[in-house]
């Protein structure tokens, strides 16, 4: 007899907790600073650990980072923010398969 178990496939993309999040840096902010942390989820359980975020747009000048692993965006380039006050970033995540 051969016994079959299936596990939860892959089959649902993962989302962010928020539909747009708002930060906030001071005029004094600081390279290498920390900005904020967007969190996405997976309805696949198993792909949780495997959500890896990234940058895709709205960081021309490169002044904004994130960490692939618990999206944490840093300010990794000072930039004039007098000129600039607004920053729109567009931020994917993906779990492999979906992103």
């Known amino acids: 007899m051969v ?3 299936v596990e939860d496939a892959n089959d649902n993309p993962p989302s962010f907790d928020e539909a747009e999040y708002s ?3 001071s005029k004094q902010s600081s390279r290498g600073q920390f900005v904020g ?3 996405a989820v997976d309805p ?5 650990g495997n959500l890896k975020y990234s940058l895709t747009g709205g960081n ?4 904004f980072s994130i960490d692939e692993n618990t999206g944490s965006i840093s ?5 004039n923010f007098e000129k600039s006050l607004d920053y729109n970033l567009n931020i994917s995540v993906s779990d492999g398969v979906y992103a």
Do not use: A, F, P, W
Request: aromatic share 8%.
């Open 75 to 79: 300010l990794i380039n000072l930039h």
């Open 44 to 48: 696949d359980y198993t792909d949780n």
């Open 3 to 5: 016994y079959i178990t």
């Open 23 to 25: 930060l906030s840096l």
């Open 60 to 63: 021309e000048h490169q002044v």
């Open 37 to 39: 942390k967007v969190r």
